[in-house]
């Protein structure tokens, strides 16, 4: 009769390891999906930052299609909101002297 009972903790303590351990398997995978959806909202909103970036250029390009002496520039137009993320676009530009006035980039950058 006393075989009977002298395993009973031991099951006992093998399930609870059982259930630890696939609790610690669960938490991380838990982990790796919240950094995966972090990464893709990062890279979502990188992307409406230069987006954004690139709307102010193509403002310029109409101020320029307008009056291709216009140099004066603009900064911190309001476009849109881009979620603390910055994207800066700059370009070199060669505007034709006759209207409509064809602009050229002959350089063109970007975040630097």
Do not use: C
């Not at 075989?3 to 390891?17: A, C, M, N």
């Not at 979620?83 to 063109?108: C, H, K, W």
């Amino acid at each position: 009769m006393n075989g009977k009972f002298r395993h009973k903790g031991s099951v006992l303590l093998i399930t609870i390891f059982v259930i630890a351990l696939l609790a610690a398997v669960v938490m991380g995978m838990l982990q790796l999906s919240t950094e995966e959806i972090k990464l893709v909202h990062n890279q979502i909103s990188a992307a409406q930052a230069l987006a954004v970036a690139e709307a102010g250029l193509n403002d310029a390009f109409s101020e320029l299609r307008v009056d291709s002496s216009w140099n004066s520039g603009f900064t911190d137009k309001a476009f849109n909101g881009s979620q603390g993320f910055v994207a800066r676009v700059g370009s070199e530009v060669t505007v034709s002297s006759s209207s409509p006035y064809i602009i050229r980039i002959d350089n063109l950058r970007i975040n630097e």
